[in-house]
């Protein structure tokens, strides 16, 4: 009997190694083979809409090369044929400047304020991490669609 008990545990032992070794050499070659091919992922963070004359939107990409890193990019969209179309877009900051979590979590847009004159003022403050605070208020001008710095 125990020496069935011995085979029945190094026959466990080795299925449970196999499994282990496949579940590590699986996410290894996922995360590798779809690194360079997948979108970046992005989260809609602010959102506003002045009137029928444009929608403007905050959305954090995350970094493909750093899991924490991020960048912020400002869209501002017109009507045209009864659906909004993108007009332009600027990154809020530096490229990958931004950190991801901080980001995507509660209390995230700092101050995120537009006005529907023409041109639109607009400012945009956002959260370093819960220790840092609010990054310094940006300003920007949308005038025809187009997104200058204020």
Known sequence: ?????????????????????????GTATASTSSAGTAAPQKRQIASSVLGSD?????????????????SVRLQVYTQSGGAWKESDRVTVGE???????????SGAVCDFSTASTEPAPLTVSLLITPSIGC??????????GRVFAG
Do not use: C
């Open 1 to 25: 009997m125990s020496n069935r008990t011995g085979t029945r545990t190094r026959y466990a032992a080795t299925a449970a190694v196999t499994l282990a070794m496949a579940a590590v050499l």
């Open 54 to 70: 444009y929608k403007i939107t905050l959305t954090a990409l995350r970094s493909t090369q750093d899991e924490y890193a991020a």
């Open 95 to 105: 490229v990958d400047g931004w950190f991801w979590y901080p980001l995507t979590g």
């Open 135 to 144: 990054s310094d208020p940006t300003h920007y001008v949308v005038k025809e």
